[in-house]
């Protein structure tokens, strides 16, 4: 059974830094690109960060230089980490797993985020 668990999500002041984690299990994790999405309320979900098989990345503006996302594929796991929170950052972290070569993609369950002081 393939599963994706989020974890690392919480309250952070404003400036601060958290880390988000996304572990795939019950596949070949190396064969999925990862992406980061986020929703706030009452917003459509938007995406965030993705990286690729082979560790290209892509970021929104919203977050270019301040957000980086990685994968160790060691421990079939991406990350979030998220540097210079604003409270704009607020919302349900979802992780995605995408597979290169078709099939279907997997989401997690989400991880709150909240930025504020």
């Known amino acids: 059974q393939v599963q994706l668990v989020e974890s690392g999500g919480g309250l952070v002041q404003p400036g601060g830094s958290l880390r988000l984690s996304c572990t795939l299990s019950?596949?070949?994790?190396?064969?999925?690109?990862m992406d980061w999405f986020r929703q706030a309320p009452g917003k459509e979900r938007e995406l965030v960060a993705g990286?690729?098989?082979?560790?290209?990345?892509n970021y929104a503006d919203s977050v270019k230089g301040r957000f980086t996302i990685s994968r160790d594929n060691a421990k079939n796991t991406a990350y979030l980490q998220m540097n210079s929170a604003e409270p704009e950052d607020t919302a349900v972290y979802y992780c995605?797993?995408?597979?290169?070569?078709?099939?279907?993609?997997?989401w997690g369950q989400g991880t709150q985020v909240t930025v504020a002081s």
């Open positions: 019950g596949t070949i994790f190396s064969l999925f690109a």
């Open positions: 995605r797993a995408a597979p290169v070569v078709g099939g279907r993609e997997f």
């Open positions: 990286i690729s098989v082979g560790g290209s990345t």
